[in-house]
């Protein structure tokens, strides 16, 4: 059977990194490559470079103001150029880029059959023009397969008359990513530069809060309100460290060190690599974010987590209570961060949930189902 794993973005890299690797386990079975669009560059290659992956086909899509005009057509004529050359059986795609919407819509038109992982998850929001609803629904349609992270996204599928045999609960890959990551991040003759920085600012006195963000609905006021919000939680709590990889989207920048430069315990630092990341988020307290990965990984670690969006695609990680959604509402970020870092009882019960993201074997779950395809 062959195979053919696209993705182009940092967080679709991360959860199609285990997936690859353990196709590749099995290659006596499979022929399966590699086509990255490189729908985020550098990011993207940090995480190929960490899980050891070499693309087999490299489009190098990623252009200086960037829109989605230009990328969705970008991609599927070239994704044309690499179904015809490789002719694959399955075509996999991860969640809701571009590049998975745009390269569904290309393998449809090959004839392939189309396996969507991390499928099924729905804001029923489709609000023009932030495309990720949309990229979702899209691919949901084209899909033959869906891998499913939880038995919420399953009934999204059941819902919209998708059959109960196309369907696979599989878990979420990202867990089987932090696992193989947090392993090798802990080994001891693992090196990495980044990690060797963020030492110093890892002191036994202060607690970490760490904070992401980059979703385009937030971007103007939200980020305002944010930055606002972190502001005051640093200088009420001179005991926290806050650290911030902040993205390298313009309208994150901007905002962020023009509010948050001067604040004496709020780092601000650039994007981390994905190894890094991970060993961050264990030494850290509680975790701000909008991220989707973010709110997946983070209880694996025991990690509470406050999401930065007013509705989630994730409802199962609030209904598990290991996320709270505070929204960009100043005073409530400001309320809910002061409520763990004061609370013992609220921090340990939300520390202690069970993830329901699953147990990090989506990956051999998805092999087995296509080896009996
Ligand atoms: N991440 C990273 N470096 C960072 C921030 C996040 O490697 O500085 C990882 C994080 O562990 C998660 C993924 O990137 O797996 C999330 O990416 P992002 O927040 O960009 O996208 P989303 O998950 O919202 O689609």
Same mark, same amino acid.
């Given at each position: 059977?062959?195979?053919?794993?696209?993705?182009?973005?940092r /967080?679709?890299?991360?959860?199609?990194?285990?997936?690859?690797k353990?196709f %590749?386990?099995?290659?006596?079975?499979?022929?399966?490559? !590699?086509c990255?669009?490189?729908?985020?560059?550098?990011?993207?290659?940090?995480?190929?470079?960490?899980?050891?992956?070499?693309?087999?086909?490299?489009?190098?899509?990623? @252009?200086?103001?960037? *829109?989605?005009?230009?990328?969705?057509? &970008?991609?599927?004529?070239n994704?044309?150029?690499?179904?015809?050359?490789?002719?694959? &059986?399955?075509?996999y795609?991860?969640?809701?880029?571009?590049?998975? +919407?745009?390269?569904?819509?290309?393998?449809?038109?090959?004839g392939?059959?189309?396996?969507?992982?991390?499928?099924?998850?729905?804001?029923?929001? +489709?609000?023009?023009?932030?495309p990720?609803?949309? *990229?979702?629904?899209?691919t949901? =349609?084209?899909s033959?397969?869906?891998?499913?992270?939880?038995?919420?996204?399953?009934n999204?599928?059941?819902r919209?008359? @998708?059959?109960?045999?196309?369907?696979?609960?599989?878990?979420?890959?990202?867990?089987?990513?932090?696992?193989?990551? =947090?392993?090798?991040?802990?080994?001891?003759?693992?090196?990495?530069?980044?990690?060797?920085?963020?030492?110093?600012?890892? @002191?036994?006195?202060?607690?970490?809060?760490?904070?992401?963000?980059?979703?385009?609905?937030?971007?103007?006021?939200?980020?305002i309100n944010?930055?606002e919000?972190?502001?005051?939680?640093?200088?009420d709590?001179?005991?926290?460290?806050?650290?911030?990889?902040?993205?390298?989207?313009?309208? =994150?920048?901007?905002?962020?060190?023009?509010?948050?430069?001067? !604040?004496?315990?709020?780092?601000?630092?650039?994007?981390?690599?994905?190894?890094?990341?991970v060993?961050?988020?264990?030494?850290s307290?509680?975790?701000?974010?909008d991220?989707?990965?973010?709110?997946?990984e983070?209880?694996? %670690?025991?990690?509470?987590v406050?999401? +930065?969006? &007013?509705?989630?695609?994730?409802?199962?990680?609030?209904?598990?209570?290991?996320?709270?959604? =505070?929204?960009?509402?100043?005073?409530?970020?400001?309320d @809910?961060?002061?409520?763990?870092? *004061? &609370?013992?009882?609220?921090?340990s019960?939300?520390?202690?949930?069970?993830? /329901?993201?699953?147990d990090?074997?989506?990956?051999?779950?998805?092999?087995?189902?296509?080896? *009996?395809?």
């Amino acid at each position: 059977k062959k195979n053919l794993i696209v993705f182009g973005t940092r /967080p679709e890299a991360i959860k199609m990194a285990p997936l690859v690797k353990e196709f %590749l386990k099995h290659s006596d079975k499979f022929d399966t490559k !590699v086509c990255v669009t490189a729908q985020h560059r550098e990011m993207l290659d940090q995480v190929l470079s960490f899980f050891e992956i070499i693309p087999d086909y490299d489009l190098d899509l990623m @252009k200086p103001n960037q *829109n989605l005009y230009n990328l969705t057509s &970008d991609i599927i004529l070239n994704l044309k150029l690499v179904l015809e050359d490789f002719q694959p &059986d399955y075509v996999y795609v991860h969640g809701d880029t571009t590049t998975t +919407m745009a390269t569904s819509l290309a393998a449809f038109y090959s004839g392939a059959i189309i396996c969507h992982v991390e499928a099924g998850l729905r804001t029923f929001n +489709m609000k023009s023009p932030f495309p990720e609803e949309m *990229n979702r629904c899209v691919t949901g =349609v084209l899909s033959t397969i869906h891998f499913s992270p939880t038995e919420t996204s399953k009934n999204n599928l059941l819902r919209e008359n @998708k059959s109960e045999n196309s369907i696979l609960i599989t878990g979420n890959t990202v867990i089987d990513a932090l696992k193989f990551s =947090v392993e090798k991040v802990n080994t001891t003759n693992y090196v990495d530069q980044q990690i060797e920085d963020l030492k110093p600012l890892i @002191k036994e006195n202060k607690r970490i809060i760490l904070v992401t963000g980059h979703r385009r609905e937030n971007h103007g006021q939200g980020f305002i309100n944010i930055c606002e919000a972190l502001k005051q939680i640093a200088l009420d709590n001179p005991n926290t460290q806050i650290i911030y990889p902040v993205h390298l989207n313009p309208n =994150v920048q901007k905002p962020v060190y023009e509010l948050l430069n001067q !604040v004496d315990n709020i780092k601000l630092i650039s994007p981390l690599s994905y190894p890094a990341f991970v060993w961050l988020m264990d030494k850290s307290y509680l975790i701000i974010t909008d991220s989707g990965g973010v709110q997946e990984e983070a209880p694996s %670690l025991g990690k509470p987590v406050l999401v +930065m969006r &007013d509705t989630t695609e994730r409802p199962e990680a609030v209904d598990a209570g290991t996320v709270i959604l =505070v929204g960009t509402d100043k005073t409530k970020i400001v309320d @809910k961060t002061q409520k763990l870092l *004061n &609370d013992h009882d609220s921090y340990s019960n939300m520390s202690k949930c069970h993830n /329901p993201y699953g147990d990090g074997s989506a990956c051999e779950k998805i092999v087995e189902y296509i080896f *009996n395809h």
